[in-house]
């Protein structure tokens, strides 16, 4: 549905969002509430194109995070999750496995307490493995220990996403593009025509100025998280920051080179995980990416610039803390970014038959990062409603952070309890 006079259309719930996390909620309220109505709103003319569809395509084991952390939980349950999900609906994906390389001695002792880590967070089938091992797994790269890591794999986020939404539809929910909220506002009066007084109390409004209602809103808006929450009259706080990901391509005639995902030994003291190798669905191999801030929101392009998304990053968010207590990170990934020589000198660590001519500039994605006003990156997940009527029928998912694609499935779990819970279903 879409392109349409929204008159006299009302939900029981509305999901704004039509990314991965949206519309994997919509359709989990529809399984458990078949008896309820809800509807799905996406400014854009298609689904999942933003975040969903600019992503690695990775399907993360859980081994990153803080043991008994809602996103390591999440992690390991999403991805047996995706990956039952996937042999239900006949969605190619491929378990190719990932190593994470120590290619300095100083590397060791990380990449041994990371292993420990993703035992106690319950990753299938990990285990530490030496120099001839890896070797075997990946004849190229060169490393002096890895955790081999089998249960990663590969897939189509937005194949699955799509799927959601089929899914969702089949069971009677309606999906309505080209509608990009404005408004969230408490109904003045019955709208013309109605007979069900304000049993539909929330207006909703696009950019035309076509409205539907509704009893209840779940926002997972990515990108515009904190714009959505301030304009319904709730905080705008956590700040999303977009940091875009530059991504390069190892040329056809080269992706012999690597045969699963290639992730260096993370670094406590930056933010990111850093340059990798990841291959991809269609036979291409991603090198990437790095962690630039953007100027855009949706900016995927090194010049894209937007003076509101510019003004809201420099004025009203933590993110002068940030580049400060990571100063040296920055310059050093704006460096990659400039310099194609600079990246391909730091892959070489790895794989070093790598040159410079073996690599193409390819495509981007932009990470919506919440922080706060300390200059904090915001880890885990977070759920915002408000005071007041709209504020009480409001549930904002505020950072519904990487790997927000894997936990998709038990993150859509988590936010219908949080529905249940808070609007008392």
Not at 6 to 14: E, L
Not at 207 to 218: H, S
Not at 299 to 307: I, K, L, N, V, W
Not at 342 to 366: C, H, M, N, W
């Amino acid at each position: 549905m879409s392109d349409r006079n929204y008159r006299g259309i009302s939900f029981d719930i509305v999901v704004v969002g039509g990314g991965i996390v949206g519309l994997a909620s919509a359709r989990a309220l529809n399984l458990r509430y078949p008896a309820l109505s809800v509807g799905v709103l996406e400014k854009e003319k298609d689904l999942a194109v933003h975040q969903t569809g600019h992503n690695s395509g990775v399907i993360h084991s859980g081994i990153y995070y803080k043991p008994e952390s809602l996103k390591a939980k999440l992690c390991v349950q999403g991805a047996a999750l995706i990956y039952e999900y996937c042999n239900q609906k006949g969605i190619s994906y491929k378990q190719c496995g990932k190593l994470i390389v120590a290619v300095e001695q100083e590397e060791i002792p990380r990449l041994q307490a990371l292993y420990e880590r993703g035992l106690q967070n319950g990753v299938q089938s990990l285990r530490l493995i030496q120099q001839e091992e890896i070797k075997k797994k990946e004849p190229y790269c060169r490393g002096l220990m890895a955790i081999d890591c089998p249960y990663t794999g590969i897939v189509d986020y937005r194949q699955i996403a799509l799927s959601f939404a089929h899914d969702f539809q089949e069971a009677g929910g309606s999906v309505m593009t080209n509608f990009e909220v404005k408004e969230i506002e408490m109904a003045r009066e019955s709208p013309p025509r109605s007979k069900d007084g304000l049993k539909y109390p929330i207006v909703i409004k696009n950019t035309k100025r076509e409205e539907i209602r509704c009893q209840y809103v779940v926002t997972c808006a990515g990108l515009y998280s904190d714009r959505i929450s301030e304009l319904s009259g709730c905080s705008p706080d956590p700040r999303i920051v977009p940091f875009r990901g530059d991504y390069l391509l190892l040329k056809p005639e080269k992706s012999y080179l690597v045969k699963g995902n290639i992730y260096p030994v993370p670094d406590s003291r930056f933010p990111f995980l850093g340059v990798h190798f990841t291959p991809r669905m269609d036979g291409n191999v991603w090198l990437g990416p790095n962690a630039v801030l953007a100027f855009k929101r949706e900016g995927y392009r090194p010049f894209d610039f937007s003076a509101r998304d510019a003004m809201d990053v420099i004025i009203n968010s933590g993110l002068s803390k940030l580049a400060f207590q990571n100063f040296s990170y920055g310059v050093n990934e704006i460096y990659k970014a400039c310099f194609l020589g600079a990246t391909v000198k730091y892959l070489q660590k790895f794989i070093p038959e790598i040159t410079t001519s073996d690599i193409l500039r390819g495509p981007a994605g932009v990470r919506a990062q919440a922080l706060d006003r300390d200059g904090n990156l915001v880890e885990d997940f977070i759920f915002d409603g408000g005071a007041g009527d709209i504020g009480n029928r409001i549930l904002h998912v505020r950072n519904a952070p990487s790997p927000a694609a894997t936990s998709s499935l038990a993150i859509s779990e988590i936010i219908v309890d949080e529905i249940q819970q808070r609007f008392e279903f």
